[in-house]
Each structure stands twice: as structure tokens, then as C-alpha cells.
T-cell receptor, first 112, second 114 residues
Framework: KQEVTQIPAALSVPEGENLVLNCSFT??????LQWFRQDPGKGLTSLLL?????REQTSGRLNASLDKSSGRSTLYIAASQPGDSATYLC???????????FGKGTSLLVTP | GAGVSQSPRYKVAKRGQDVALRCDPI?????LFWYQQALGQGPEFLTYFQNEAQLDKSGLPSDRFFAERPEGSVSTLKIQRTQQEDSAVYLCATPGQTNTGELFFGEGSRLTVL
């Protein structure tokens, strides 16, 4: 079974810092990888989707990279803002199925 | 999340009660997923529908959990004789229009079993 791990579990940074969230997965035979944001008491908001053939995707201040061979993805957030405070979840869609396998998330706090 | 509507948003049930959670996806979406998210954890797959057919129910934790989608649109997740360990957020998801495999989630139904 695909295992997805996210490090760190929690992160607190001052406003304006650039930061990197890490995601690793055990089975490199993936279809795609998706990063989500979850605010307290809310559902998941899709941030970026990277297909297995792609190396990275960018949206605004967010950049996600994928290294399939090493089983890793990173989410880079530039010039962090207090509004970025949320839990960030990484999810992998494996070739062997269609259900997403999620990590436990990284809880981010950006302080003013 | 891409027009996926879930109700109720919050449900408190006494242990042993039956509950029904509803997912109303964007019209025309063939695929529909249910996930369960316990506190502090990532979502876990429960079940998958393609139209009205339930193609995979391997994630349902026990036979007290039942899901249906009789007309291939609205789906209901039913939990019979609720237990405290059923307390979680239940999320419904459908793919986007672009056929990229991207999933869009509803706001979820938070179930608390006392």
C-alpha cells in the first residue's frame, strides 16, 4: 500500500519568509500528486496537481515539484502571509488504483 | 470545492443512532468518492461510485457503513448504530471537468458521536 509522509508536522514562520513543505511516498508508480490546503473546520481546497510526467507546477506564490524516482514532492511558498496559515495536505494517486492516499498534513502558522 | 455540496455540515448523534450524510455533486459528474478524516489525520478512502455503480467499497470500516447513489447523482453515506470511533469529518469528492484526475472536495460533514 502506498504510504505518504509529510514533514514537518507543524511549522511556524514569521511573515515574509519563503518556506518548503515536504512530502514523500513509498511507491514511485504514481499517476499524479495533488497538494491541498485545509482551513480549520473546512473541506479541502486543491492547490496544485502534478501529473507523473511533469516535474513541477506553479500557481502564484506556490510552486510544487515532483521527483518520482526518489518518491518526493515539495511545496514551496514564497513570501508567506498570515493568510497562508492552514494545514497543507499531500495526496498521491497511484497507478494501481484511483483513490488518493493522503499524508497527515503540515500545519502552517504564519505570524504577522 | 467545484460545487460539491454536503449536508448536514454538523451532526451530533448519540451512540447507537443511525445517521445519513448527503453529497450533492455538480450535475453530470460520473465519479464520486467518499473519504473519512479523523481529527489530526489525512483523509482515508471509503468508497467510489461511477454513476450509480459502487465500484469499490474496500475502505468502508465495517458493515455498519453503507453508501448509495441510486440515480447516479446525489449520494448518501449511511452509518448504522453509530459508535464513538465513527466521529470524524466525512468528505465527498468529484473530479474536475478537465479529466486530469484532479479531485475537488466538498466542505464535509462533521459527525460527533456522544
Amino acid at each position: 500500500k502506498q504510504e505518504v509522509t509529510q514533514i514537518p508536522a507543524a511549522l511556524s514562520v514569521p511573515e515574509g519568509e519563503n518556506l518548503v513543505l515536504n512530502c514523500s511516498f513509498t511507491d514511485s508508480a504514481i499517476y499524479n500528486l495533488q497538494w491541498f490546503r485545509q482551513d480549520p473546520g473546512k473541506g479541502l481546497t486543491s492547490l496544485l496537481l502534478i501529473q507523473s510526467s511533469q516535474r513541477e507546477q506553479t500557481s502564484g506564490r506556490l510552486n510544487a515539484s515532483l521527483d518520482k524516482s526518489s518518491g518526493r514532492s515539495t511545496l514551496y511558498i514564497a513570501a508567506s502571509q498570515p493568510g497562508d496559515s492552514a494545514t497543507y495536505l499531500c495526496a498521491v494517486n497511484s497507478n494501481s488504483g484511483y483513490a488518493l492516499n493522503f499524508g497527515k498534513g503540515t500545519s502552517l502558522l504564519v505570524t504577522p | 470545492g467545484a460545487g460539491v455540496s454536503q449536508s448536514p455540515r454538523y451532526k451530533v448523534a448519540k451512540r447507537g443512532q443511525d445517521v445519513a450524510l448527503r453529497c450533492d455533486p455538480i450535475s453530470g459528474h460520473v465519479s464520486l468518492f467518499w473519504y473519512q478524516q479523523a481529527l489530526g489525520q489525512g483523509p482515508e478512502f471509503l468508497t467510489y461510485f461511477q454513476n450509480e455503480a459502487q465500484l469499490d467499497k474496500s475502505g468502508l470500516p465495517s458493515d455498519r457503513f453503507f453508501a448509495e447513489r441510486p440515480e447516479g447523482s446525489v449520494s448518501t453515506l449511511k452509518i448504522q448504530r453509530t459508535q464513538q470511533e465513527d466521529s470524524a469529518v466525512y468528505l465527498c469528492a468529484t473530479p474536475g471537468q478537465t479529466n486530469t484526475g484532479e479531485l475537488f472536495f466538498g466542505e464535509g460533514s462533521r459527525l460527533t458521536v456522544l
